[in-house]
């Protein structure tokens, strides 16, 4: 790269850079180029609430604080909900038994047939949806968001007042949360005519 060359080639190219493109499109060359994020369109929403986006945000960029992250507290590792594997973001989401009935209910709520495994995935996967009607693609954000805001609320519950995770609550939470956030953006016709009552 430049740091390679000697200084007074790094003026010449310098100077014939600026003298033909300008400061900012030097700037743009110079500065090291970065995967395009496309998560931020589909987490910052206005018509989702902020507390859903934040979560989502936090477990998006690894930073909700699972036990696989609190290790140096040397607390139990093991999910609180299933007891049997070690908790991380992906597991407590994805893999854990009882968060899958969640998922399941919600997925078959939307007629959303793709795998989710992961946020990371399943953000990239709506960022890139564009068919189907604005209400359904509004829908499945929020409900993507509020399911990941809720669980981990449920979550937290277990932990520190010891009530028990009900994942038919969860589901009923979603929805909603969903149908409220709905029926202030569209008529309720056509949120009927989608999703049903």
């Not at 009882?98 to 997925?107: A, G, H, L, Q, S």
């Not at 959303?112 to 995935?121: E, F, H, L, N």
């Not at 990239?124 to 499945?140: P, T």
Request: charged share 25%.
């Amino acid at each position: 790269m430049l740091t390679d060359l000697p200084r007074r080639e790094v003026e010449k190219l310098w100077g014939k850079w600026y003298t033909n493109k300008g400061t900012c499109d030097a700037y743009d060359w110079f500065r090291p180029k970065r995967e395009r994020k496309l998560w931020h369109r589909a987490v910052w929403n206005a018509f989702v609430p902020p507390k859903f986006s934040f979560t989502t945000w936090q477990a998006l960029k690894g930073r909700l604080p699972t036990r696989d992250r609190l290790g140096y507290l040397g607390i139990d590792q093991h999910c609180p909900l299933c007891q049997t594997h070690p908790e991380s973001a992906d597991h407590l989401f994805f893999k854990c038994d009882k968060t899958r009935k969640v998922w399941k209910e919600i997925k078959t709520w939307l007629g959303m047939r793709r795998i989710i495994t992961t946020i990371p995935s399943a953000i990239k996967w709506m960022a890139k949806e564009r068919s189907g009607v604005a209400a359904i693609r509004k829908a499945r954000k929020l409900a993507l968001m509020a399911t990941v805001n809720l669980m981990w609320r449920a979550r937290n519950a277990l932990i520190f007042d010891q009530t028990p995770f009900d994942p038919k609550h969860i589901v009923f939470e979603v929805k909603k949360v969903t149908y409220v956030v709905l029926y202030s953006l569209y008529p309720h016709e056509i949120v009927q005519q989608h999703l049903g009552e």
